[in-house]
């Protein structure tokens, strides 16, 4: 099994900043293709924020709405990702997801899984 770990949610005001960490680990985890951080709102579907490629890879996605204001970063040799999120504004606030991508001990032949971490709540007040 392969569980992830986030750090870092927590209250800010408008214009603040936060940063977020999620650690994955487990006997079975093999290797990670990628790691990135989703959000939710009630109501609304999971929309990916940011993610990142591990690896010699160094590709990355960003969404429109939080890009110039939120950076995904890794740290290969710690199978952690980090989310800095600067000029937070009332609308980022929601509950942030880690998702892992990766392959376990079994490697290629039994395809690449996914988990989730349990969520860490960003409330930004204005």
């Known amino acids: 099994q392969v569980q992830l770990v986030e750090s870092g949610g927590g209250l800010a005001q408008a214009g603040g900043s936060l940063r977020l960490s999620c650690t994955a680990s487990?006997?079975?985890?093999?290797?990670?293709?990628?790691m990135g951080w989703y959000r939710q709102a009630p109501g609304k579907q999971r929309e990916l924020v940011a993610d990142i490629a591990f690896g010699g890879r160094t590709d990355s996605n960003t969404a429109d709405s939080v890009k110039g204001r939120f950076t995904i970063s890794r740290d290969n040799a710690k199978n952690t990702i980090y989310l800095q999120m600067n000029s937070l504004k009332p609308d980022d606030t929601t509950v942030y997801y880690c998702?892992?991508?990766?392959?376990?001990?079994?490697?290629?032949?039994?395809?690449?899984?996914?988990?989730w971490g349990q969520g860490t709540l960003v409330t930004v007040s204005s």
């Open positions: 487990g006997e079975s985890l093999l290797s990670i293709n990628t």
């Open positions: 998702n892992c991508n990766y392959l376990d001990h079994r490697g290629i032949t039994a395809g690449y899984l996914e988990v």
